[in-house]
């Protein structure tokens, strides 16, 4: 059992690139979410999606986002890389909606030039 | 606005018994976790409250106050795998988890 996959496990990227970062879980877990993690400032959330096909803004989504073709996947992308975007990316999910435990990807460190 | 306080550093000596704090203050409330989160790696589960009280798990307990919003996390016999950042969260009345920043534990021989 992979549990959610992220990919890839590092990058630099250019300024004014676009790039995806993936994620991938196989727990058939309904929810799923992106948070940005940088020093000092703790888990910051970026989208979720509470369900295929849905998508909502979380507390910083503005430069990114994302889709929710399926259940087991959910890219973030960004259109346009600044250097404020330098920052680790986890994605998580949790089967529901409620008061269930987030289990988390392992990570993607971007760099952004 | 939702608030999330923890101490930013706490230092013990192995062996030893620690307590870290967590106060909040969010709209609404609907749980509290704790998660472990080793340097350079993905955050992982610890524990979850709901209910005032303690609760144990092995070397770790977790305490809640929901009427003093507050909550501690209680590590017994520090080992030094123990060195690692403690991320408090809360869950909102949107069942969102608002994260606090962390409390990195340094344990010393």
């Known amino acids: 059992i992979a549990g959610i996959t992220q990919a890839p496990t590092s990058q630099i990227l250019a300024a004014g690139r676009r790039m995806t970062l993936r994620c991938t879980q196989d727990?058939?877990?309904?929810?799923m979410y992106w948070y940005r993690q940088d020093l000092g400032l703790g888990l910051r959330l970026i989208h979720y999606?509470?369900?295929?096909?849905?998508?909502g803004k979380g507390e910083v989504p503005d430069g990114y986002s994302v889709s929710r073709a399926n259940t087991d996947d959910f890219p973030l992308t960004l259109a346009s890389a600044v250097p404020s975007q330098t920052s680790v990316y986890f994605c998580?999910?949790?089967?529901?909606?409620?008061?269930?435990?987030?289990?988390f990807g392992p990570g993607t460190r971007l760099t952004v030039l | 606005g939702q608030n999330i306080d923890q101490p930013t550093e706490m230092t013990a000596t192995e062996g030893a018994i620690v307590q870290i704090n967590c106060t909040y203050q969010?709209?609404?409330?609907?749980?509290l976790f704790w998660y472990q989160q080793h340097a350079g790696e993905a955050p992982t589960f610890l524990s979850y409250n709901v209910l005032d009280g303690l609760e144990e798990k092995g070397r770790f307990s977790s305490f809640l106050s929901r009427s003093k919003g507050y909550s501690y996390l209680l590590l017994k016999e520090l080992q030094m795998k123990d060195s690692a950042s403690y991320l408090c969260?809360?869950?909102?009345?949107?069942?969102?988890?608002?994260w606090g920043a962390g409390t990195k534990l340094i344990i010393k021989p």
């Open positions: 727990m058939r877990h309904n929810a």
């Open positions: 969010t709209s609404g409330f609907n749980g």
């Open positions: 999606s509470n369900t295929a096909g849905t998508t």
């Open positions: 998580a999910s949790r089967p529901g909606q409620g008061s269930d435990t987030q289990y």
């Open positions: 969260a809360v869950v909102d009345s949107n069942y969102q988890l608002i």
